[in-house]
């Protein structure tokens, strides 16, 4: 596996189930992030992890539960969620944070469905 | 506040011509770097380019060219005889100094018609 890579690529769940996504970078980079990309709305940063550590929380709803355990995997733990929830989630890792100005590198996204 | 603005929502055009994706953004800091990512219907972004706020020299890459403009507060991308592999949303993101957060626009949608 080369890259940035995400699973599962799709995923279908009801608002009582609790399921995660997982996100696994091949870069050897330190930071990663997530990203919820909804129809006709910018892309939407969630959480940041430099070096396992999360540096960044966009005030995002306590359903959405972010891990990082090592550099090279994040996992997105998701419970009773909302159909509003429904959307792409991208998964991103870089050299060292953004604001080092290094470009991130995504993943091709799991694309959530809450019924 | 930081804000960018991809005002052309869709944009259809045939193969070989040429197309300019329009971005204009807002900050108040001197110090920040702007981006474009190609989003194709495979849905990872792909990194095109970086900029950043001190270096106005435009730039070409094969097909590919961007213009910086700072008086303007633009950074446009104009792609060069189009082809049916270049259809796909095109995002122009924006990031200040010493922040993580990077700063969508809304994207473009570039499709190439043979």
């Known amino acids: 596996e080369t890259g940035v890579t995400q699973t599962p690529r799709h995923l279908v769940m009801g608002m009582t189930n609790k399921k995660s996504l997982k996100c696994e970078q091949h870069l050897g980079h330190n930071a990663m992030y997530w990203y919820k990309q909804s129809a006709k709305k910018p892309l939407e940063l969630m959480f940041v992890y430099s070096l396992e550590e999360r540096v960044e929380n966009n005030s995002v709803p306590s359903r959405f539960s972010p891990e990082c355990p090592n550099s090279s995997h994040l996992f997105l733990h998701l419970h009773t969620l909302q159909p509003e929830d429904s959307a792409l989630y991208l998964c991103a890792s870089s050299h060292s944070l953004a604001g080092d100005y290094n470009e991130q590198f995504f993943g091709p996204g799991t694309r959530l469905t809450v019924l | 506040a930081q804000k960018v603005t991809q005002a052309q929502t869709e944009i259809s055009v045939v193969e070989k011509e040429d197309v300019t994706l329009d971005c204009v953004y807002e900050t108040r800091d001197t110090t920040y770097y702007l981006f474009w990512y190609k989003q194709p219907p495979s849905g990872e972004l792909v990194f095109l380019i970086r900029?950043?706020?001190?270096?106005?020299q435009n730039e070409i890459s094969g097909r590919y060219s961007w213009n910086f403009q700072k008086s303007t507060s633009s950074f446009n991308f104009t792609i060069t005889a189009s082809q049916v592999v270049d259809s796909a949303v095109y995002f122009c993101a924006l990031i200040m100094g010493g922040s993580e957060k990077l700063v969508f626009g809304k994207g473009t949608k570039l499709t190439v018609n043979p």
């Open positions: 900029r950043n706020s001190f270096d106005e």
